[in-house]
């Protein structure tokens, strides 16, 4: 290549990622310069470290990497003042930071990460606390694992900056039960830290006190809405609770004000004190800020986790790209894509959306989006009726069955409905038996309208949002796919009719336990 | 009651309630610890717990039949978790149950768990184990196996205890 075009690149890069690199030796970069500007690729932040040979899960190995020198930089800041005068706290300006930088949730809903904290009830004269959500177990997501398993100590860099900008001082883990080496790893990082003085009474020297203990969950999905995980946390069952007037912010652990953030997002909350506000804006596209970490299942040639600028990537690269998926099995055409986790409504192959876009007058027009055109980011899947989630992608080619898939998710949200509200604990049940009939030689014609019939009578019917997440996939299955449901409830019962009998007698009655 | 506690574990769970304002707070952690040492959570375990912590037994009962992970009986020394969500279904993971039944003499098609006469293992269907990219998944104890194909299955159960 000529070293004028090397040049070109360089000067780009510089502009995008190397001015907001502060006194940390917090560093951004690309995989290679070169590719960069033509192919989609990752971004890593959070990851940078995570999977580099050698890298483990001591505090020896995160401080040689430039670890908690973010924290000592943040405790000592002193507070701002504003252009008109008004003086901010350090902490203040801290939490202004996380709502200007754009962060928005990553655990599924996408909420922004600094309107969230801005909600908290300052005034109550309570304690206030911070959970981190580590329950992870929104099928088709393993980015938490990642962090938890690999570098446990960002995230407690994370929380304890959190925990200070919010004046918390006691704060909590909560890990699903099944992660019992995670459990291990966090409660040794956390001893680490507290021998080093990054954790528990007088931090570096600053007076500020802050204690962070592991809890562990014992197996329900559930625990990981976050009202519902409160109430597990305060050793109940994990019914959620409705809201208003439990909004966490006022009312959570303990009826204090309680913030619940995401492994993920406490993570960047690191990464936002060391590349300032601005500087994380700059990744990601405007309103979908930052990097998120891809979980890419099902069938593609390379499932894995992806690290990626919010937006900068669309669907059909994380599927088709060198970089990420590498392509269906060959001889596969792609049938149906899971965009954020199980809940997330599903996208079919070939369909287009109408999406806003600005024009070149700077007026909004619209625009037609392929599926597989679609950015990977929390507002162009909103507009395509789904949402990105949990960030979690699921691909099936076209060797699948939609009913079969739809079976399989039907039990998982059965299985898992906390039982609290009729039309989801009922529900859920209806539509996974409802789906093991049409799986089993069972069906009927009139099993995809049943089906439907249901999952609208749970939406909007619930304390919680699970009833949407049980919902949501039989709705949209059914309606994306209608003439498979309808085919294989017609066969079935034209297999009856012509044995004579109107039931299956070889039927299995539904029995999950 | 004539239930017995070694006194170092009673010291980790005095420790462990500790951590929290409110003490019924430190429940989930003690059926953990509890069923780890005793392998399930005995009634005597369950009443114990509710006397640690100020709590009246069913306080405990409830959390104990709410959580998949809590079991009232003695199950194989291996467990055996097979998961069973989209992403490991996809990938053949009700092959790899069945596998795993068929070698052990368990019935294929049972959901439940099951265990083996001679309280070896004990193979179950469990959702999603969030390993989804490495589908299908195993945990074997506390530990996790990915990609598991049947040669990995065979060799779980020939290092099983």
């Not at chain 1, 971004?43 to 040689?64: F, M, S, V």
């Not at chain 1, 970490?293 to 499932?303: A, E, F, R, T």
């Not at chain 1, 990537?313 to 199980?342: C, D, M, W, Y």
Request: glycine fraction near 10%; hydrophobic fraction near 35%.
């Amino acid at each position: 290549m000529d070293s004028n075009h090397d040049k070109q690149i360089q000067s780009l890069l510089c502009y995008r990622y190397t001015i907001g690199q502060c006194g940390t030796g917090e560093k951004i970069e690309r995989k290679s310069i070169e590719s960069s500007i033509a192919m989609p690729q990752e971004l890593k932040l959070i990851l940078k470290h995570a999977d580099e040979p050698g890298y483990g899960p001591d505090i020896g190995c995160y401080l040689k990497h430039g670890g908690y020198e973010t924290l000592k930089k943040a405790l000592k800041a002193p507070g701002r003042e504003l252009p008109d005068g008004k003086k901010l706290s350090a902490q203040e300006a801290f939490r202004g930071d996380v709502r200007t930088s754009g962060l928005r949730g990553r655990g599924g809903a996408g909420f922004s990460a600094g309107l969230k904290w801005s909600f908290v009830d300052r005034s109550s004269g309570k304690p206030i606390y911070l959970i981190c959500n580590a329950d992870e177990s929104e099928p088709g997501t393993f980015k938490d694992r990642q962090i938890l398993h690999k570098d446990p100590h960002q995230l407690i860099e994370g929380m304890v900056l959190s925990c200070w900008a919010n004046d918390v001082k006691l704060a909590y883990i909560y890990i699903r039960g099944e992660f019992p080496e995670g459990a291990r790893l966090l409660n040794r990082a956390l001893a680490e830290a507290r021998e080093k003085e990054f954790l528990g009474k007088n931090i570096l020297g600053t007076g500020y006190d802050l204690e962070i203990w592991v809890h562990r969950g014992a197996g329900a999905y559930i625990c990981g809405e976050e009202t519902g995980l409160i109430e597990s946390l305060e050793g109940k069952r994990a019914y959620p609770r409705i809201k208003p007037p439990y909004f966490p912010a006022v009312l959570g652990l303990y009826l204090c004000p309680t913030i619940v953030n995401n492994v993920e997002t406490l993570c960047h909350v690191k990464h936002i004190a060391a590349m300032g506000p601005a500087e994380f804006a700059r990744l990601g596209t405007p309103n979908n800020t930052g990097t998120r970490i891809v979980s890419l299942s099902g069938d593609v040639q390379h499932p894995g986790y992806f690290e990626v600028e919010v937006g900068k990537v669309t669907i059909g690269e994380l599927i088709f790209h060198e970089n990420f998926g590498r392509g269906l099995k060959p001889g596969r055409q792609l049938k149906a894509v899971i965009p954020g986790g199980s809940s997330s409504k599903v996208l079919k192959a070939g369909e287009v959306f109408s999406l806003k876009r600005k024009g070149a007058d700077g007026q909004m027009i619209p625009v037609d989006v392929p599926m597989l055109d679609l950015p990977y980011d929390f507002d162009s899947l909103q507009s395509a009726g789904t949402m990105s989630g949990s960030g979690a992608v699921i691909v099936m080619d076209d060797s699948r069955s939609m009913v079969d898939a739809l079976a399989n998710l039907a039990e998982f949200y059965a299985h898992e409905s906390c039982g609290q509200c009729t039309p989801c604990r009922e529900g859920a049940l209806w539509m996974a038996k409802g789906l093991h009939r049409l799986t089993h030689g069972g069906g009927r014609k009139e099993d995809a309208a049943y089906l439907t019939h249901i999952a609208q009578n749970i939406q909007g019917r619930t304390i919680c949002a699970f009833g949407e997440a049980a919902a949501w996939p039989v709705l949209s299955f059914v309606e994306k796919f209608w003439e498979e449901f309808q085919a294989r409830g017609e066969a079935d019962a034209a297999a009856r009719t012509e044995a004579g009998s109107g039931a299956n007698s070889n039927l299995k009655p539904y029995s999950y336990a | 009651m004539s239930f017995v506690i070694p006194k170092n574990l009673e010291a980790e769970l005095d420790e462990l309630a500790t951590h929290y304002p409110v003490k019924r707070s430190a429940s989930l952690m003690f059926l953990h610890a509890l069923q780890e040492h005793f392998g399930f959570i005995s009634n005597d375990a369950a009443e114990w717990t509710a006397g640690k912590l100020g709590l009246q037994p069913i306080h405990v009962y409830e959390l104990i039949t709410f959580y998949p992970m809590f079991r009232q009986e003695p199950i194989g020394r291996t467990q055996v978790k097979v998961c069973r969500t989209l992403s490991c279904a996809l990938a053949g993971a009700a092959g790899i149950r069945e596998h795993f039944c068929r070698k052990l003499g368990l019935d294929p098609h049972a959901h439940v768990p099951q265990t083996t006469p001679d309280g070896r293992f004990t193979v179950e269907f469990v959702e999603c184990l969030a390993a989804c990219g490495s589908a299908p998944v195993v945990l074997v104890n506390e530990s996790l196996h990915e990609c598991v194909g049947k040669g990995q299955a065979d060799e779980i159960l020939a290092r099983g205890k």
